[in-house]
């Protein structure tokens, strides 16, 4: 039986104070006027010295004019920043951007940890669902690495609601208004049907957590295999749920940040991110329990098959991140090109440097078969891993919402500390319950023999 | 090599095979060769081969399969006869570079797999037309056979060990092209 260990604990509400603090102090500094605004703006400018102003008038304008966008939405879209002729549009525009930075700092840190413990919960239900032999020695990490789902995705629901206008252009009327594309989109992007939709997933998501949860420890008492059979149910059941909400989730709290732009393999994108950082917090968690020997029946054998989940998982993302780069690159359509202009302009280092993190470093590290069972090698390429996957929710949110003005300071800081004390609390706090050996799985035998 | 004799052992179920294998190996008789009608999991581990190289050769191939695709294309669309295909610029391999992942990708696996497949080929001397090497034609559907250096042991006692292993039939050999 595992407990939270006081420092451990005193660590994760340190963190959460201080990062509760830092998000507050984010909020707080946001400029308020257009005037600060500009303030901001042009100490920032003074900084960094005069950067070469970037063409204005791109070629997307054109291409656009016949189909019904909007004015406002136009210029949204081709603000790349940083001209020197400071118009009221514009830096209302910025302020707004400036406004919403707080926003998505939280966000980015919320989800990023929310999708660990969602993935975690379908790698467990498939698992589950394909009666795998090798895992279940492990069910009881990932279940304690779920106990973080409840709060976590919650908080990701409150945050996508109270942002509003902030992340999601087409919850402004006005825009909307002017804007057909946006108009014939609203049966499906309008505010109670979104809302409606978000409650659901997150009901979902949590009642399979639960049951999924109560029958895993029912099963330890049981006589018969009832409970096993009803895990077995809930997994198949989820999977079908979880592949659909999925795909709406992805649209609706992410894509939907820019309404005009669409990839019909964004849903699959932002699994593969979800499930290698999911696979690869299991195989953390798995270590370090393993270290102050929680775990003596897991061999390496199981971490092994751990690091060949997150070496495979990391080269599918990367098949579907490319497989969307491609086809965008080469085709080169002004309304699909735009979600890349700005973040090769703007993003330059990290998202070249996440593909690096993110593919090449894994492939480099993790391909030898030796090196999979070597705790500290994969602990290593698992930090790894998820600096990569947080850099990549970073350039899904960032980008659509506060343009160029993006950097890495206080506020996102803090919010990762916040969220970071807070998974380690809930994760701990769902290890500590019970033992870390499940009793009566009728594959528990062969999980404990498993060797490769 | 083997000064004479040599026993031919059979077996008809794969874990007896496993045990027995490992039985002789810790009286130190020395295994010939087993040959089985499928892989059997873990033989090779009991027999004490050394481990493979064949995923180091691997790697190597990939990286010749994906210098291959990276000198071809560079040649064939950029030195050779410079393309314009969709506006996208064809006067740098770098900056054209995502139109030929594709191509480096599947060249990489395809010299991977290919040449992987022909090294084990050459390293197990198989080849078209060869004469299969297998000394009873029963390893190729449902025995499984243990060749035994008898060299220097008594027969009798070896038989006997052999038998108590679970062996189903026993023969000897005598090899004369090694006499």
Redesign the interface.
């Known amino acids: 039986m595992y407990t939270l260990s006081s420092k451990l604990r005193l660590f994760a509400i340190i963190s959460m104070v201080l990062g509760l603090v830092g998000v507050v102090y984010g909020f707080l500094s946001v400029p308020a006027t257009v005037e600060e605004a500009s303030e901001v703006l042009a100490a920032h400018e003074a900084h960094h010295g005069e950067e070469a102003s970037h063409e204005e008038a791109n070629f997307v304008d054109e291409a656009r004019q016949e189909h019904g966008y909007s004015e406002k939405a136009m210029a949204h879209d081709k603000d790349m920043g940083h001209e020197a002729h400071g118009q009221g549009e514009h830096m209302e525009h910025v302020l707004h951007q400036m406004q919403t930075k707080p926003w998505s700092a939280v966000f980015v840190a919320a989800f990023f940890f929310m999708m660990i413990a969602l993935g975690t919960l379908v790698f467990y239900a498939i698992q589950n669902a394909a009666q795998a032999g090798w895992s279940p020695v492990l069910f009881r990490v990932m279940e304690g690495i779920t106990n973080y789902l409840l709060p976590g995705s919650v908080i990701v629901l409150l945050i996508v609601i109270f942002a509003g206008e902030h992340f999601f252009p087409w919850q402004n009327h006005e825009l909307v208004a002017e804007d057909t594309i946006l108009q014939e989109k609203s049966v499906y992007l309008n505010f109670p049907f979104w809302l409606i939709r978000g409650i659901i997933y997150v009901i979902g998501w949590n009642l399979y957590r639960h049951f999924a949860r109560k029958n895993s420890l029912a099963m330890d008492d049981a006589e018969g295999d009832r409970p096993y059979k009803n895990l077995f149910k809930y997994s198949v059941y989820f999977l079908a749920f979880f592949i659909v909400t999925e795909s709406t989730m992805a649209w609706d709290w992410f894509m939907s940040m820019t309404p005009h732009w669409y990839s019909t393999l964004f849903a699959w994108y932002i699994f593969a991110s979800m499930i290698v950082s999911a696979v690869t917090v299991i195989a953390i968690v798995t270590v370090s329990l393993k270290t102050i020997g929680k775990l003596e029946f897991v061999n390496d054998s199981h971490l092994h098959d751990l690091a060949k989940f997150m070496f495979g998982f990391s080269v599918f993302w990367t098949y579907l991140w490319f497989g969307q780069f491609m086809l965008i690159w080469y085709a080169n359509i002004p309304e699909e090109v735009t979600y890349f202009i700005l973040r090769i302009q703007e993003y330059n280092p990290i998202f070249f440097g996440m593909i690096i993190i993110n593919f090449v470093f894994p492939i480099v590290i993790l391909m030898n078969s030796d090196f999979k069972r070597v705790s500290w090698f994969v602990v290593i390429a698992g930090v790894f891993i998820l600096v990569g996957h947080y850099i990549d929710i970073f350039l899904l949110v960032m980008p659509s919402t506060v343009g160029p003005h993006w950097s890495f300071g206080i506020t996102e800081f803090a919010a990762l500390l916040f969220f970071l004390g807070l998974f380690i609390l809930m994760v701990g706090l769902g290890l500590a319950k019970v033992s870390l050996r499940p009793k009566n799985n009728p594959f528990l035998v062969e999980s404990e023999h498993f060797h490769y | 090599m083997a000064s004479g004799n040599v026993l031919h052992v059979l077996y008809n179920d794969d874990d007896i095979l496993m045990k027995a294998v490992k039985a002789l190996r810790s009286k130190h008789y020395r295994i010939i060769e087993v040959y089985t009608p499928f892989p059997v999991h873990g033989l090779d581990k009991a027999m004490g081969l050394p481990y493979t190289r064949i ?1 180091i050769c691997s ?1 190597i191939y990939g990286l010749i399969g994906l210098s291959v695709a990276t000198l071809m294309m560079n040649f064939i669309m950029i030195e050779d006869w410079p393309r314009n295909i ?3 610029p064809s006067f740098s391999y770098l900056q054209n570079m ?2 030929f ?2 191509i480096m990708f599947e060249l990489t696996v395809f010299f991977a797999a290919h040449l992987m497949v022909i090294t084990f080929y050459m390293r197990s001397k198989i080849w078209p037309f060869k004469k299969a090497e297998n000394p009873d034609v029963r390893t190729t559907d449902d025995h499984f056979l243990i060749e035994v250096d008898a060299a220097n042991h008594d027969l009798d006692e070896l038989s006997k060990f052999l038998y108590d292993t679970g062996a189903t039939e026993i023969s000897l050999i005598h090899n004369e092209e090694h006499a």
Request: proline share 22%; net charge positive; hydrophobic share 45%.
């Open positions: 995923a790697f969709g506006g996208k995502p139109a992942v594709p």
